[in-house]
């Protein structure tokens, strides 16, 4: 198993360095694919410096992240691609382990794990959740969609995925529809279509929340908006052993609008909480959905929820 790390960049080079760095210093060999959109700083320069360590594309003109995503992947060999954007880094064992979680699990396409959110100067400020007690879980192709829809599987930000090269080609790779505003999720959607998925209770991968994150451009109501867009693609996808106990699609996006109503006021963005809210935040279910993913994202899954998934190394 080969896997190629493609980083994708665009006028963050002091960031960048630190995220070619932990590439570099993995515990076992890997491909570094940097894909460049369109630097105008010295990117181009340093990446030059490094020689034949670094594979280097450089889009003629800015197309998005998710366009240089599709590049960056192309001009990989891997076959497995770990995504990582210029401003996170990774752990010096991440490959290693997700190696060994995957090669546990024939058929998967996906794998994930536990990422730490640091400031800018690499302060831990949290962690992303855990699926339940074990260092891993496989996770069937079947289950998937429902837990993505549950937000009970937390795939995560390309930081802590990983996926089969083949499986991202057969989905045709990024839509720059969504660019940079859920292109990722997007795409881990419409990978799980072609097989089963791993989790890994380890910290392999770190965040960086800065006020320069690509996603910071986006008002809440965009967000909300595709979100929404997000929800319906997932439901569409949930097998049928689960379409019984489904919420209705209504309250999904019940739901969503009072968690982006809440996220508006929190933040004192008096703007986006008038335009936002509505009858949403009269839904009783709305509540009890949101009371469920906070109640999740700070605990481990219950032995109901462990039944659903499969350990696969303890």
Not at 152 to 157: A, Q, S
Request: with cysteine.
């Amino acid at each position: 198993m080969k896997f190629s790390v493609v980083i994708t960049t665009y006028n963050r080079l002091d960031l960048l360095r630190r995220a070619i760095d932990s590439a570099l210093n993995q515990t076992i060999p890997c491909e570094v694919v940097v894909a460049d959109d369109c630097s105008s700083d010295e990117t181009e320069t340093y990446i030059q410096s490094l020689g034949n360590s670094v594979v280097y594309h450089r889009n003629l003109v800015n197309k998005g992240h998710a366009a240089t995503v599709n590049a960056g992947v192309q001009k990989a060999s891997g076959d497995w691609i770990k995504f990582l954007d210029d401003d996170d880094y990774l752990a010096p064992n991440c490959l290693e382990e997700m190696s060994r979680a995957i090669a546990l699990c024939p058929g998967a396409v996906i794998c994930s794990c536990v990422a730490a959110q640091v400031d800018s100067y690499e302060v831990e400020l949290s962690r992303t959740p855990q699926l339940g007690p074990g260092l891993a879980f496989y996770i069937p192709q079947a289950d998937i969609h429902y837990g993505m829809l549950l937000e009970l599987v937390p795939f995560g930000t390309p930081a802590q995925v990983a996926c089969s090269r083949d499986a991202f080609w057969q989905t045709y790779g990024w839509d720059s529809k969504f660019d940079a505003n859920c292109d990722d999720i997007d795409s881990w959607i419409r990978i799980a279509q072609f097989g089963h998925a791993v989790f890994i209770n380890q910290c392999l991968a770190y965040r960086t929340i800065w006020p320069g994150a690509y996603n910071h451009k986006f008002s809440l109501s965009r967000r909300l908006d595709t979100n929404i867009l997000i929800k319906e693609k997932i439901y569409a996808l949930v097998d049928e052993k689960h379409r019984s106990h489904l919420p209705t699609l209504q309250n999904i996006k019940n739901y969503l609008k009072l968690h982006w109503t809440l996220a508006a006021l929190k933040q004192r963005n008096f703007q986006s909480f008038l335009l936002m809210l509505d009858k949403s935040v009269f839904c009783p279910i709305s509540w009890q959905l949101l009371l469920t993913a906070i109640i999740w994202r700070h605990s481990h899954f219950d032995n109901f929820h462990l039944r659903k998934f499969v350990l696969i190394k303890s």
